[in-house]
């Protein structure tokens, strides 16, 4: 089993920025990929942005490419997802979720579907 704890959330004005964590402990050999999902009230999860175990692959969605950032500190079994110009649209429930197995990139790590675990996320919220 592996579990994922996020921290970072927050209140934060419109143009500001915000720094999600995701900590995996466990079995942590055995994931291929960590991503984050969003899910505003009221609508479904999306993907945000995906990252290979290895650190050496990252995947975005279109509506954050050039404001998140997706990192991961292999000695902390950590990932990040660092978050700037945030919008009152990326107001939602932030969660981190882990890939088992081997990691291959014609895997897709935009669906929540090919996910395993999954933390009870952070909620972010920017005002206007």
């Known amino acids: 089993q592996v579990q994922l704890v996020e921290s970072g959330g927050g209140l934060v004005q419109a143009g500001g920025s915000l720094r999600l964590s995701c900590a995996a402990s466990g079995r942590t050999f055995t994931i291929a990929a960590l991503g984050w999902f969003r899910q505003a009230p009221g609508k479904e999860r999306d993907f945000v942005a995906a990252?290979?175990?290895?650190?050496?692959?990252?995947y975005y969605a279109d509506s954050v490419k050039g404001r998140f950032t997706i990192s991961r500190d292999n000695a902390k079994n950590t990932a990040y997802l660092q978050m700037n110009s945030l919008r009152p649209e990326d107001t939602a429930v932030y969660s981190c979720a882990a890939v088992r197995g081997i990691y291959y990139s014609g895997r897709n790590y935009y669906s929540a579907d090919g996910y395993d675990y999954w933390g009870q996320g952070t909620q972010v919220t920017v005002s206007s």
């Open positions: 990252i290979s175990w290895s650190g050496d692959s990252t």
